[in-house]
């Protein structure tokens, strides 16, 4: 690549030289010529003032930064899927004034079609009685929900938010390639590129007058914050759950909204309401942004075996005690066998001509429309009628690239059941500009269109999710196949006012919290606290087991013995290994998908946390990141025990800095609190008994004093060698030491008492009145009176407190599927 | 003739179960050529609140709200049902002429054919079944004809075995082995009539325990038992055949519930909140000619 560092006149940049259309593709940058079409000059010159190696640097920091915040998605190329970081392109999308208004008639036109189909098919059946529509093309769609049938959404509206997704044909007029009914996702995601392009490049945003986003989504929000009751959880987004590849989207949009991210497990139904568990018990919750899909929502009524729905949804609905942004069964409207009717479903419900045309589509279950496509196959795709327009690719046949068997066997199953499928003409879509191996490319792309309901009809989100193919194949625009998503930026004629989702100064209410805590971000914020502190106790056994591998002295050997025995109690060894192999000691780091190595706790951290995500700050989630990657064999193979023993204990203190100074003190920080001081204690007692109670040397209490960190503390106080009873006074007894089995005890009591319902005027519950108890026991013992049995004692207090805790705060049952024939 | 129709089902769990909720499709229901006379249903927990209600395809469902901890679910069912033969199908048009008819009808209630074309959540198409079920189907063979012979074979292929499957097998597994009871049996011919596109529901009710004097026994009288409905066009509708036992439907069986398949109709589901898991349902079931 030539490497200019300075531009000197328009577009000077190496990386913008050479770039032409596609031949006999519109090309949303450059005209046939090469020429740079109006609306983008003002942009590539700006960027070109940068000069290549200021531009680099920022597209680096905007690279950081996407990556630091944590936006993800979920790729599922390998059992359960993986995350990768989020792709975006280097360049927007600028979308000229004349284009915008076009895209915005046409796509609020649609989405009073598609409330106008829903009404009609949930209600009166005109459509299909008067012979617009045949009776299969509904009846054949998995999203046609039988029990919503006859229900009116509470509300009135099927659809909150819609959205469209978009390509320019080659006749230069924008065509919707399908409709989004369901639970449209990529506004968050639209949001974050906005974020991230617009810090990377503030000369370019600050030089064209671009519509603001944050508008859109204040109105989205006040429209849907005014249909929850007041007094209950308030509007809350409903989540499949971290497994989702969307998952990050649903949390950022939470955390933008200011409402509560709930997973079906979050949800009671009771007596056709709908209620949130939290902590502090069950609040009622009536208004959702779904995004899980409606078959799952009511393993009672719809998909008998989703473990992700919450049993009674579907009588709430029904009974109009819930909204769901969207209604159940909205995403009937995203059916690809509907995309041939749009045209007369324009003209008979509302009375008008598409103003946005359909990618031409012919369902094949009438035999003339069969005919028609099994006649000129060699121009059109064959997809699956019935699966939404938007899915992927994978399962559309292109006529033209069928071999004589393969082509045989479709027009024979076009014929047996056409009813199946959908004949759609190829539309090779206009490209814009893409960053790819060091210079920009052409590639085809689609940009996804939003729209709110709101009290005055429908508003469009002045911008959009844009996503790029990966190669001139239009047909592979999917993040699932490795596309990259690009900011919009829609230029105004005029001015355009800053706007920030922040409300003027005189309208926030001060607030010290952050609405409800659901029960099982609770659970999870407490099995997060103590898997990081089971993580941080196996490495510390394994370090200093390890470490006496060298010494041959027969104390040491025993103390390296009663070390290996706390390992294999955890699991992480197997028993018979011995820490003195280094690659035994590796393995218990290392190892996963054995239960008990350190690398396994670090993992099960880290899936309690990314439940919670939105309640972490994003560093002690990328710290966790790195404490999964100091412990993963793969990240620097060559790296020895010792010093990724170090790393890790360096990056867990870390993560409890940031956890004690970044995170407010409310009820989520106690429960991850408190899971770390019990199982902090629990650790703490099991080092006791193992090399202060059972035996007893100055190895063992020299270890012991490692093991609780407490080395310098001891060697401060005593000029002595370590002596049985200072040692243990220090580690069980002090309460002002942070690793003494007391201390945890004192801060158990301390939160304890500020748990949800332990208020002055209520009977203490069972885990205040054991920890009260076990706080008395530890004022009232000696040293010396610390034995076997007090050790034992103190433990099973511990696991009681946290099952107590469980029973009472936390989710604690697994949920199962009815079966009428179990099988045996 | 009528019915004296008793069903006893028990689930229990390994650990105690704080909260459940159930729907229950246990109890007969009106038809045409079926009346109940009187039906009763109960459950244990007793303490548990009951929601009658019906789903799409008119079912009657009952909700069930268990709020008391509990180790067993019990659900006792009875009905005296009066049942009259069915007329005889007549003749009906050729096959083809009904999968075109099924695709023009304007109608999405309940009954119309449409539901009943497309594969659904536990019975979905498999060209192996399709093409097993194509021998009965030559050009131009009158519809009911084509599903009769079709019961007949299926009848004749396959062996009536409770071991050999279990509630999620799929129709295209139970085909492969040519084994299963009465369940598989109808998905298997349901998937069979779809692909083809003739119109074809999952019935799922209850046998006469012992066959009428001087016949055979019959399979899967001691459970629920489920079997198929074919569309045959608008004037002769829905044809009922049990393709378990090769018999046109008549007196012998009392419909419970109607859907596309077993995920539709089945007797007891739900979600159960607990740290154990489910143990075996115990099934009595009983119908006799009232006294």
Redesign the interface.
Known sequence: MAAPTRSEGLFGFGFMEGYRPLAGVRDEMAGEDGAIRPHWRVFLSTLGLLGQEEAEQRFEQMAQRLQATGATYRVFDTPGGRERPWPVSRLPLLMSPGDWREICAGVVQRARMQEALLQDLYGP?TL????VL???I???SPEFL??L?GVRPRGGKFLRLYAADLGRGPDGRWWVMADRTQGPSGAGYALENRLALSAALPEAFGALDVHRLAGFFQRFRESLAALAEPGGAGVCVLTPGPLNETYFEHAYLARYLGFLLVEGEDLAVRDDKVFVRTVAGLRGADAFIRRLDADFAD???L??QSRIGA??LV?AARAGNVTFANALGSGLAESRALLGFHGALARRLLGEELRLPNVATWWC??GEARDAVIAQLSALAIAPA?SPASSSYTDVQVGAELDGPRRARLIEALT??G??YVGQEIVSLSTMPVWSEGRLTPRPFQIRVYAAATEDGWIVMPGGFCRAANSADARAISMQMGGLSADVWVLSEGPVAPESLLPAEGDIEVKRHVGALTSRAADNLFWFGRYLERAEATIRLIRAGHAREALNDRDERAVSAAISALLIGRGALTPHDTLLNRKVALAALVGSGQVGTAADSVAAARRAASHVRERLATDVISTVDELADTLDPAVRPRSDPQERADRALRLLAAIAGLIGENMAQLTGWRFLEMGRRIERGLATLDFVRALGVDHASGASLSALLELGDSSITYAQRYFIAPARRPVLDLLMLDDNNPRACAFQIRKLGEMARQMPGEGADESASLARRLVERLSAEMIAIEADSVDAGFVARVRAALLELSDALSERYLV????????????? | MIYDIRLVTLSTYDDYVPFARHVLRLSPMNTTRQSVLSSSLSVEPASSELLPGRDFFGNRTVGVVCSEPHHSFIARASARVEVAAPAPIGATPPWEEVAGLALAVRDLSPEAPAHFLFPSRVAPLSDAIRAYAEQSFPPGRPIAEAVTDLMRRIHADFAYDGDATNVSTLPEEAFALKRGVCQDFAHVMIAGLRGLGVPAAYVSGFLRTLPPPGEARREGADAMHAWVMAWCGPAAGWFAVDPTNALVVGEEHVVAAIGRDYADVAPIDGVIFTAGAQRAVEVAVDMAPAA
């Open positions: 059946q299909i009685a008067d012979g045949p009776a299969s509904v009846a054949g039988r029990p049938v393993p009672l009524e998909n008998a049993p009674g009588r279950g009438q019935f047996r059941r009813v199946d604690n049952r697994n949920r199962l599927a009815f079966s009428y024939r179990v099988d045996e």
